[in-house]
């Protein structure tokens, strides 16, 4: 849940093509990558911190 | 204008390349409506339907387009999300993209319009990276998920916001505020590798920016003629690399740039930054600017004893001998009083420095 909510908003595909053309390809492709990386991590993290939250 | 990317990209807009979404966008439309003509019907009444809601937002937008344009000056907008910020450049990103309302699409002209300012792309990942975080949306979070996990979740957006800003800005190369500077591509495993290390170390120096700014221990100031004098070395470029390198960390530090901008900017270490400074403040202008002497032992051989080497060499044998060996040479250098003592080891490349010598005056 908490990776559709990060990605949704973080590393969309519809936004590509408007991102690129004003920001440029390669930082799109750069920052979507790296946003998806992280949505990822923060996916795990969260769930992980509840747990150790008790 | 050219883009970080190498691109070519016009001031102001998306150029050819925004016509390009819309008839990519317009194909796609034609494409369904050739395959199923209701389903293109009821994207474009669901289109109708929210535009009305998006006025408020373009609105909006438009606004402070507009302001900007009127007011901004390139000059402020790099002494804010420019080369020269620290921690308030990244606070002013990330607090920036979470209070951001509206599309996300609909940011995309402003910060373009930002970067043609010198802003960084670092900045601009963390800001959209930050949006999403909704701060309408979190009473809801808290409602059906828990305070907990609401709180975990805005704190890790906060924590990653920064990190993939700074990520980003070190895959796409040298950046920030420097208008042009272009990106080094990766081109083979060891740039890579290079990437990767300079991206932990960008990453330690970030978070560095929260938890500890840097505080310089020696203060640079210049004087009016100090200063034109390095303006000059850094503008024409006509002197030592070392100079070079040296002069812009000079024109910076006094200019009260903080230490970890000032090292992203010109991509250079702290202890080149602190060693500069202190050798400003304590020893002055020459020895700021020049390199420290090298360790290691002083020159044992002087051009004199070269030339005493060489006229023995080229000089008759020992009687008995038909040529001269090293250890012969050594042993008359020393016998004729032009040296205190004398390796035959270092008679070879001071005999091949001679020899060198010879062939370039014969050229």
């Known amino acids: 849940m908490t990776a559709l909510v990060v990605t949704w908003v973080t590393a969309g595909l519809v936004h590509l093509p408007p991102e690129a053309s004003l920001l440029g390809w390669r930082f799109t492709l750069y920052r979507t990558l790296v946003a998806f990386i992280a949505s990822l991590i923060i996916a795990f993290l969260i769930p992980a911190l509840l747990h150790v939250l008790g | ?363």
Not at chain 2, 229 to 239: A, Y
Request: aromatic residues 8%; glycine residues 10%; positive net charge.
């Open chain 2, 1 to 363: 204008m050219s883009s970080a990317d190498g691109g070519k990209r016009p001031a102001g807009g998306p150029g050819r390349s925004g016509w390009y979404v819309l008839g990519v966008a317009a194909a796609a439309y034609a494409l369904t409506g050739w395959l199923n003509t209701g389903l293109v019907e009821a994207g474009l009444r669901h289109f109708l339907h929210t535009l009305p809601r998006l006025g408020l937002p373009i609105l909006v937008m438009f606004v402070l387009m507009f302001l900007f344009d009127l007011w901004a000056r390139p000059e402020q907008v790099v002494r804010h999300l420019g080369a020269g910020t620290g921690m308030r450049g990244w606070l002013l990103a990330v607090v920036g993209g979470v209070a951001s309302l509206g599309p996300l699409y609909l940011w995309y002209p402003l910060l373009g319009r930002l970067r043609e300012h010198g802003v960084r792309h670092s900045l601009q990942a963390a800001f959209l990276y930050g949006r999403a975080i909704r701060i309408p949306m979190l009473p809801f979070m808290v409602h059906y998920f828990g305070g907990a996990y609401a709180s975990l979740f805005v704190l890790n957006i906060l924590l990653f916001s920064v990190l993939s800003g700074v990520v980003t800005g070190r895959m796409l190369g040298r950046e920030g505020g420097q208008k042009g500077a272009a990106a080094v591509p990766p081109s083979s495993q060891s740039s890579w590798i290079s990437r990767i290390q300079a991206t932990l170390q960008a990453l330690y120096e970030s978070l560095g920016e929260f938890a500890m700014p840097r505080k310089p221990k020696y203060i640079v100031t210049l004087t009016d003629e100090e200063r034109v004098r390095l303006e000059d070395l850094t503008r024409k470029g006509k002197c030592a690399a070392r100079k070079l390198k040296r002069a812009p960390i000079l024109l910076k530090a006094a200019a009260r740039w903080k230490d970890e901008a000032l090292m992203e900017a010109l991509d250079v270490s702290a202890s080149m930054v602190d060693d500069i400074r202190k050798r400003w403040v304590e020893e002055g202008p020459e020895a700021a600017l020049k390199d420290r002497p090298r360790p290691g032992q002083r020159r044992k051989r002087d051009d004199r004893q070269a030339a005493h080497l060489s006229a023995v060499a080229c000089s008759d044998a020992p009687e008995g001998h038909d040529h001269w060996t090293l250890r012969r040479l050594a042993d008359k250098v020393v016998e004729l009083g032009y040296a205190e003592s004398f390796s035959h080891e270092a008679i070879r490349p001071l005999l091949k420095t001679v020899v060198l010598k010879s062939i370039g005056r014969m050229l």
